[in-house]
């Protein structure tokens, strides 16, 4: 039984470890810059950079796990690879010019809104199957997996 659950959620588990261990990655960051006493603005920057990232943390987990089990985990998983790619790049990004985060910003934006629209048409999918008998998550799960490739253009 445990084996099951766990085939159907892995993916999303491993994102999430991902995930953990980058924001692991950015709290070093802050803490070294914050022990160099000499460069104030430098600390400032990657400081705000964190809080920035940490912000939106939780909604990305949210919508990666709701895509990722209303819908297929797998294009939700690579959603959120995707996502912690764009997230570094805001990151890296924001402790140069400001205008070097915003690519990243950007990017990030359109992934969390992929990721919403997974979750609505799992959830519309769900509610068809329960009221009207209909199940369409083959062909929805086909288009998803299809339409996750369309992140990677810029």
Known sequence: MLSIVVEHIFLLVIVTLISVL??????????RE?????????????SCANRNCMDSYP????????????L??????????????????????????????TPGFLFGKRVLAFLILMCIVGIF?????RYLGNDYKDTMETITNAASALLLIP
């Open 72 to 101: 297929n985990q797998a294009p939700a998983a690579f959603a959120g690879i995707i996502y912690l790619v764009a997230r570094q790049k805001y990151f890296v990004g924001y402790m140069g010019q400001t205008s070097q985060s």
């Open 125 to 129: 999918n769900f509610l068809l199957v």
């Open 34 to 46: 914050g022990k160099e006493h000499n460069n104030k603005t430098a600390f400032e920057r990657v």
């Open 59 to 70: 909604t990305f987990l949210a919508v990666m796990w709701c895509a990722g089990l209303c």
């Open 22 to 31: 980058q924001n692991a990655f950015f709290a070093t960051k802050v803490e």
